[in-house]
C-alpha cells in the first residue's frame, strides 16, 4: 500500500460509523417522524361539481404517479404531466384522497406507508416542487406542496 495513503487509516473508522448513524437517523426519520403528520382530506372540501374527471380516474392518475416513483430515478415528466391534468383544487384534493396512504419504498429497502405529499417531498427536489406548484398556479389553483 502506497504510504501517502496510510495517514488516512486511521480516519476511516470513524468517517464510516458517522455516516451509518446518519443513515440510520434519516430513515428513522421518514419511518416515524416525517409520517406522523398524515394528509386529512375533509370529504366537505371536495366539491363535487368541481371535480373535472370521473372518481375512478384519480385512481389512476394516483396509480400512476406512484409508477412513476418505482425503480431507479423518478419519471417526473410524467408526474407533471398528471398534475397538468388538475384544474381545481378539488381536482387535487381528489388526488390526495385517492392515493391516501400507500406503501411506498425508497432505494433504501425500507418500505412505510407515506401520503401523496410526502412521496413527492422525497423524490422532487426543490426546483421540481416550485416547477410543480407552479404548474398549479398557472391554473388558479391553492393547493401546494
Keep these: 500500500m502506497n504510504s501517502k ?3 488516512y487509516l486511521p480516519l476511516i473508522t470513524p468517517v464510516l460509523t458517522a455516516g451509518i448513524i446518519i443513515v440510520i437517523v434519516v430513515i428513522l426519520y421518514k419511518k416515524f417522524i416525517a409520517t406522523s ?3 386529512v382530506i375533509d370529504p366537505d372540501d371536495i366539491k ?5 374527471h370521473p372518481k375512478s380516474q384519480y385512481i389512476v392518475f394516483a396509480d400512476a404517479i ?3 416513483c418505482q425503480g431507479f430515478g423518478t419519471n417526473e415528466a410524467a408526474i407533471f ?3 397538468r391534468q388538475m384544474y381545481t383544487d378539488s381536482d387535487v384534493l381528489e388526488l390526495i384522497r385517492a392515493w391516501g396512504t400507500r406503501t411506498y419504498g425508497d432505494l433504501s429497502g425500507i418500505a412505510y406507508n407515506a401520503t401523496l405529499s410526502e412521496v ?3 423524490e422532487f427536489n426543490r426546483n421540481e416542487i416550485a416547477q410543480l406548484n407552479a404548474i ?3 391554473k388558479r ?3 401546494r406542496f
Design 141 to 143: 389553483i391553492t393547493i
Design 81 to 83: 404531466e398528471i398534475f
Design 136 to 138: 398549479l398556479e398557472e
Design 66 to 68: 406512484q409508477a412513476a
Design 37 to 39: 403528520e398524515k394528509e
Design 48 to 52: 363535487l361539481d368541481q371535480l373535472t
Design 120 to 122: 413527492l417531498t422525497y
Design 5 to 7: 495513503y496510510l495517514a
